[in-house]
């Protein structure tokens, strides 16, 4: 049947079947479409002949293309297939990919599981004990380590449910309804720092200090304060290394001076020491902004004298900065971005208002304007007594502006300059919008442990 197979019929074949054409890509499409058994062995005697038997095909008129021969086709219709085959059999082939998942490298998996998106876990861990236990997995954390930390995500309160929190991941516009069932449901807890994907919660009395990771629910109550502090505190987190596994700082600073910073690892609070003299007391804490870690080191806002305080938290060392804020500005935060300590709050005159944003120079310590929101959004305000709250300055920033009439969240991306809309924040089986009261940015992290 198949003649091609001798030497001479595979010359005639040849000569037959390549239209009148210079082009060798005929050519090559003539032995493409050939079953590989069908060409010859070509030893190297017969090889000039070859080449000049393939030249003279493609210049004389005479060729016509070949149709492709093909084999009958294997498939068969489904219910061929099944014809026959007994309810909870498998076949040969099923039974094979099986034993080769079965094989699948454990460390290639991990790998694998640890640089999906993070809101993909919340689907794997249910499927079966062995995924969900790679959160206590070794391995999987130094998988997970090696990844470079995506964009944070925010932890939110909203006015209507303050007994639960709302998460927001930025890159899949989506809103997360976590069940954290460690934090206390008689007393409400707010989320005031966050480091290496872990939260610091502190309950509206501020008495009690909670850490936990949202995603895992690995829960820590922290010890009572040793320094009895009733009026309202400043809050900062930091980590001890390059992630969570190392251990974390938390520091808490009232307007009167007094502080203490809790270490995990020793799991008990601590005094290092006073302030310096040349820092003036009261602090006239902002307490609408959250502090800025920047390589150990936290920076609180103050008021009266406008400026920041720092402290470090390796040499227990306070220091002040005295720098004045922008004029008819109001509801600021600070922020941080790649190092950059940054200012954002809202600029009124007259009756417009418009979200700034400023980067602090190092040489002058003078806040220098970078970017604002998009002019069209600001039309919006005009006329409105808007408030705004930063829920979030890594970098990425949330910012809830609202008035009577209306209720809006924004995030800004300070490397890109980049402004987006929120999608708004619903409870599960709900209609009704929420209005976000407070919240922190946190890098999640699947590995952390509180």
């Known amino acids: 049947m198949w003649a091609c197979l001798q030497p001479n019929y ?27 058994w069908c060409i010859p062995p070509i030893d190297d005697s017969s090889t000039d002949d070859c080449f000049t038997l393939m030249m003279a095909a493609g210049k004389s008129g005479s ?13 068969k219709a489904r219910k061929e297939r099944n014809r026959g085959k007994l309810p909870g059999t498998t076949s040969p082939s099923e039974a094979m990919e099986q034993e080769i998942w079965k094989e699948f490298p ?7 599981i640890a640089r999906l998106p993070i809101a993909t876990f919340f689907r794997f861990r249910s499927v079966c004990r062995k995924w969900n236990s790679l959160l206590d997995s070794q391995s999987f954390a130094q998988h997970c380590a090696e990844v470079t930390p995506a964009n944070p995500w925010f932890y939110t309160i909203s006015h209507e449910n303050v007994a639960s929190g709302a998460m927001y991941d930025p890159s899949s516009k989506k809103w997360h309804h976590p069940t954290i069932s460690f934090l206390p449901t008689k007393m409400t807890v707010l989320p005031v720092a966050s480091a290496g994907g872990l939260v610091c919660f ?9 850490v936990c990771n949202p995603l895992t629910e690995s829960f820590r109550e922290l010890p009572a304060r040793s320094v009895k502090v009733w009026s309202r505190v400043a809050v900062g987190m930091t980590l001890n290394g390059k992630s969570a ?11 009167d001076g007094e502080h203490e910073v809790y270490d995990s690892v020793k799991n008990s609070w601590s005094r290092p020491g006073g302030m310096a003299a040349d820092i003036k007391l009261p602090l006239s804490l902002n307490f609408r902004s959250q502090a800025v870690s920047i390589g150990g080191t936290l920076y609180f806002m103050r008021s009266e004298p406008e400026g920041i305080v720092s402290y470090d938290m390796i040499t227990g060392v306070w220091k002040q900065f005295i720098i004045p804020a922008p004029l008819h500005l109001s509801d600021h935060t600070l922020a941080e971005c790649d190092g950059r300590i940054m200012l954002v709050g809202l600029l009124t005159k007259n009756a417009a208002t418009c979200v700034c944003i ?5 040489m002058t310590l003078l806040w220098k304007e970078v970017d604002r929101m998009p002019n069209i959004w600001c039309l919006d305000f005009y006329g409105k007594h808007v408030r705004m709250t930063c829920l979030g300055n890594k970098g990425l920033l949330m910012l809830s502006l609202r008035s009577r009439q209306m209720n809006r969240l924004v995030t800004y991306n300070v490397m ?15 209609r009704k919008r929420q209005w976000i009261a407070c919240g922190t940015a946190f890098h999640p992290c699947l590995t952390a442990t509180a």
């Open 10 to 36: 595979f010359r005639f074949y040849l000569q037959n079947s390549v239209k009148s054409t210079s082009s060798w890509k005929q050519i090559t499409n003539l032995f493409l479409l050939l079953p590989r």
């Open 63 to 75: 060729c016509k293309m070949l149709e492709s021969s093909k084999p009958p086709s294997n498939k």
């Open 106 to 112: 454990e460390d290639l998996f991990e790998a694998v």
């Open 358 to 362: 400023w980067e602090l120079q190092k």
């Open 202 to 210: 502190l309950d509206i009395g501020h008495r009690n200090f909670y």
């Open 416 to 430: 890109n300059r980049e402004w987006l809309k929120v999608p708004g924040c619903m409870v599960p089986r709900g």
């Open 245 to 255: 596994v190392s251990g974390y700082k938390i520091l808490w600073v009232g307007c």
